[in-house]
């Protein structure tokens, strides 16, 4: 964990070297806020991964699978930069291990999309299937 947090602290210097318009102490500051949040984004992206894919497997629910992706990205990203990265790395682990049991292929490449559409704020519902409930 320390070096992430390393990692991640040496990766926002770098952006308050490279940007340009805010004034220096501006970027410094916004780098600090951002490195002592992101911590806490991904544990509540994280979190909103874990809770679609629970709402996956309780609605059992045949062609909802894209739409479980999408939502767990899109609700994982709404936890800022942290939230997009732990959506990026469970979704990949996730079709990374699809892959290595065969059953990649055309529909890990489907839902890889559908996980980057949630992940860049596109409409869940996009890929919601008729007649699943609303509670989902």
Known sequence: MRCVIALLAVASLVSVVTAEPE????????????????PGE?????????????DMREANYIGADKYF???????AAKHGAGGRFAATVISNARELTDTL?????SDSARDQEANRWG??????????????????
């Open 42 to 54: 991904v544990r509540r992206g994280t979190g909103a991964m874990i809770k679609a894919y629970k």
């Open 101 to 105: 049991r065969g059953k990649g292929g």
């Open 23 to 38: 004034p220096l102490w501006d970027r410094v500051r916004n780098a600090a806020r951002n490195v002592w949040e992101f």
């Open 119 to 136: 992940r860049n704020g596109g409409d869940p519902n996009r890929y919601r299937p008729r007649g699943l409930p609303e509670k989902y």
């Open 69 to 75: 992706h999408s939502r767990g990205n899109y609700d």
